[in-house]
């Protein structure tokens, strides 16, 4: 079984989704699809100037991981300028916040998307190794974080 993919936390959603060369796209509609992921990496490294590290713990991801999300970024944004192609962004694996699960059957901890947690009815997950379906985002407490607003990933408080 292949390893899941790891959600790339981001602080902003982009305001402007498409850019095109003031020309037109020189290639024939020719344009580079630059993920949302590989935008923040983009603000976090070169408009905040963060060092490499700091860039991959805020993204949630490992120093490697940053360092491909932000190669591809570079080469699509460059690709665009040299050859007047158009820039679109979106899609891509990120989330803005994370929500902690816990499976009451297994003890399985995983984290889900906070975005994903709005369609899934009533904040319910089937956990990955037993199938059993549970309650996401309870801390401690018990009672769901996401409606309090009292998950430690969406508050931005660490000390939960």
């Not at 983009?42 to 949630?60: F, I, S, Y």
Request: a neutral charge; proline letters at 5%; glycine letters at 10%.
């Amino acid at each position: 079984m292949a390893r899941p993919v790891k959600w790339r936390k981001i602080d902003n959603l982009p305001t402007v989704s498409r850019f095109i060369p003031s020309g037109g796209a020189s290639d024939g509609g020719a344009e580079n699809i630059l993920k949302i992921e590989e935008l923040e990496a983009l603000r976090l490294k070169d408009l905040e100037g963060l060092e490499q590290e700091a860039c991959a713990l805020r993204m949630e991801v490992s120093r490697p991981t940053f360092q491909r999300i932000l190669t591809a970024a570079r080469e699509k944004v460059a690709d665009s300028l040299i050859h007047g192609k158009a820039l679109q962004i979106e899609g891509g694996h990120f989330t803005q916040n994370l929500c902690a699960v816990r499976c009451s059957m297994c003890g399985r901890e995983w984290t889900e998307p906070f975005e994903l947690m709005g369609c899934i009815p009533q904040g319910v997950v089937t956990c990955p190794d037993c199938g059993t379906s549970v309650a996401a985002c309870r801390p401690e407490g018990g009672k769901r974080c996401c409606q309090r607003g009292q998950c430690k990933y969406h508050s931005g408080n660490s000390d939960m």
